[in-house]
């Protein structure tokens, strides 16, 4: 029997009533060393939950390989610490998860194939979810309520109603769960509307909401839908993300806090989404395509009780005062904010152009016709893709397809424009100085698509690419390699700028490790590592111009700071400073 029972109004817990007091915390997006610090701080907020997705992408990069479970994804050591904190969880393992995370969770190697019908009874998709749930339940399983752990309920798919209506499908989730020893209470999200309720439900288990306002007219709509049992808001949004380009999102302490007051007043269960939302390390953000392509920022700060750095907000103070009106909330002090390092100024002294070192690389995949990162069996990053052209003169360059996402155009190693997805560009005008000259196209992959039909859309070059008319073949495919930063031909350098790709590299001291934000003043696109530890993307459009870097990554005395910018720098300098620059609020 499962920990956690449905009664016509509400949970029992152990046959005891119970109220779900949950926040989101995604362990993948939090260094582990600070896990143990987060949870503290939730069950501190006054949670007794919190609730996290698993990403099917990281934990399986390649196809029936073993399962990945250790440093960021050690996801049985996050949920021991979960327990240790008094916290129950909510598990959300998809195998969908959206979370604005590199396409939704899925894994590239699976959405490559174009072929298979996504979230759907296919069993092409289904045999593949089956093989990876082979992998991963059996080492969770401890960690179950029925097993003495402390995860009560798990979630079957994610907001499935708002992608289609293949009941066979979910059914097929729940039993995947179930067969493989799955006993705790099983859940689905939808978005409050009777149409998103009715595709995403399933019989037997327990129909939540995501919403963010509205309350009662939310819950009214969850009712109706189900006439008994616990009401539920599995996503309470309290923040938004941010997407490049775009506005920083914020929403004010005092109108989520009534929000709540709200939710809790009626009786419901909550999950507040997020409670603490982390950050996008490395090439894991996702994007949305609407009617355009916007890929979504480094920072997972969303404007949550807990801020991207871990202290707490005036939601965290707003949010306790709430939950204190409805439930025991632990007699003790509220966190302070964790020490910042002292602002520190970094001389980047070290350079190693990019197009240069990648032509001493002898990994080239040879085509005729410019192919796909995905053909290529690239799953992040960047690819360098290389021809000559026959022809001369000026004329245009086009990209069948377009790009996916971004790519940068050289003619015999000068710039000579950037074409853009969001742009939907698919021509260039360039000058060719003679027959034979080379053609280079550096074409970055900015997060794969996590919402709507979108996910899996191919990267790299999406189709034959011709100058005045002419298809170019012959061309060599390079992926920049980004696993080994040693072995990079770095040399000193005392250029004050600098208008090619290229690492640079730099060192500082450091007397106590803490947390700090890296800013980058005069440099304008490009990825950050602190020894060794990939921050994420920057980008001088904002509206994010500090990437968070968490203390544990730093150590006492020497650190290495290293950047691959993308185009133009009009300095040597980064700075580490104590606070965030996110973007100017949008409420």
């Known amino acids: 029997m499962p920990a956690l029972t449905t ?31 987060r949870l503290r701080k ?35 050591r996050f949920l021991r610490l979960a327990q240790a904190e008094g916290l129950h969880v909510l598990l959300r393992p998809g195998p969908y998860i959206c979370a604005e995370w590199d396409g939704g969770g899925l894994p590239a190697w699976l959405v490559a194939d174009h072929d298979i019908r996504l979230r759907t009874s296919d069993p092409r998709f289904t045999d593949a979810l089956d093989r990876y749930l082979d992998r991963l339940l059996p080492p969770l399983l401890p960690h179950l ?31 995947a769960l179930r067969s493989r020893g ?16 009715t595709a995403g439900s399933l019989p037997g288990t327990l129909t939540t909401g995501t919403f963010g306002s509205r309350i009662d007219d939310h819950l009214a709509a969850l009712r109706a839908h189900r006439p008994e049992g616990p009401l539920m808001c599995a996503e309470f949004w309290i923040g938004w993300f941010d997407h490049w380009g775009g506005p920083h999102h914020t929403r004010s302490a005092e109108d989520t806090a009534a929000d709540l007051d709200r939710l809790l007043s009626a009786g419901a269960s909550v999950n507040i989404y997020m409670f603490h ?45 709430v939950i204190a009106r409805h439930a025991p909330v632990p007699d003790e002090p509220v966190p302070a904010p964790g020490p910042k390092l002292p602002v520190t100024a970094v001389d980047l002294d070290r350079r190693a152009p990019l197009l240069p070192y990648l032509r001493t690389l002898d990994a080239a995949v040879r085509t005729e016709d410019a192919v796909t990162m995905d053909e290529l069996g690239v799953r992040s990053g960047y690819v360098l893709y290389r021809t000559t052209v026959p022809g001369a003169g000026d004329g245009l360059l086009h990209f069948a397809g377009g790009v996916g996402d971004r790519a940068q155009v050289f003619v015999n190693g000068a710039s000579v424009g950037v074409l853009e997805r969001e742009r939907h560009d698919e021509t260039l005008p360039v000058r060719v100085p003679q027959p034979g000259a080379v053609l280079e196209v550096l074409v970055e992959n900015q997060g794969g698509v996590n919402y709507g039909p979108r996910i899996g859309a191919p990267k790299g070059l999406l189709g034959p690419v011709s100058f005045q008319g002419a298809a170019l073949r012959g061309w060599e495919c390079r992926p920049v390699p980004l696993g080994d930063l040693d072995t990079l031909p770095f040399v000193p350098s005392e250029a004050d700028t600098d208008a090619v790709p290229a ?85």
């Open 7 to 37: 009664t016509p109004t509400g949970f029992l817990l152990h046959g005891r009533p119970f109220r779900i007091i949950s926040g989101a915390l995604h362990y993948f997006r939090v260094h582990p060393a600070q896990w143990p610090d």
């Open 503 to 587: 690492f640079h590299q730099g060192t500082f001291d450091v007397d106590t490790p803490a947390d700090t934000f890296l800013a980058l003043p005069g440099w304008t696109k490009g990825q950050a590592w602190v020894n060794g530890f990939h921050l994420g993307r920057y980008w001088n459009r904002g509206p994010q111009h500090t990437l968070y870097v968490p203390g544990p990554v730093l150590r006492a005395g020497a650190n290495e700071l290293v950047l691959l910018e993308l185009h133009a720098t009009t300095g040597t300098r980064a700075r580490l400073i104590d606070t965030p620059d996110l973007g100017p609020e949008n409420h």
């Open 42 to 76: 939730a069950r501190l907020m006054g949670l007794n939950t919190v609730e996290t997705y698993i990403p099917w992408n990281l934990h399986q990069p390649e196809p029936d390989s073993p399962l990945v479970l250790d440093g960021l994804l050690d996801l049985p």
């Open 182 to 197: 799955v006993e705790e209470l099983l859940f689905t999200c939808d978005q409050a509307n009777a149409k998103h309720l």
């Open 145 to 175: 309520a029925a097993n003495g752990g402390p995860v009560i309920a798990v979630q079957v798919e994610n907001e499935y109603g708002a992608y289609g209506d293949d009941t066979a499908y979910l059914e097929h989730v729940e039993q």
């Open 277 to 321: 939302g982390g950050t996008n390390f490395g090439f894991t953000n996702g994007a949305n395509h609407h009617h355009t392509y916007a890929p979504t920022v480094t920072s997972y700060d969303y404007d949550a009780p807990l801020t991207e750095s871990g202290d707490p907000g005036p939601k965290y103070h707003a949010f306790r005062d």
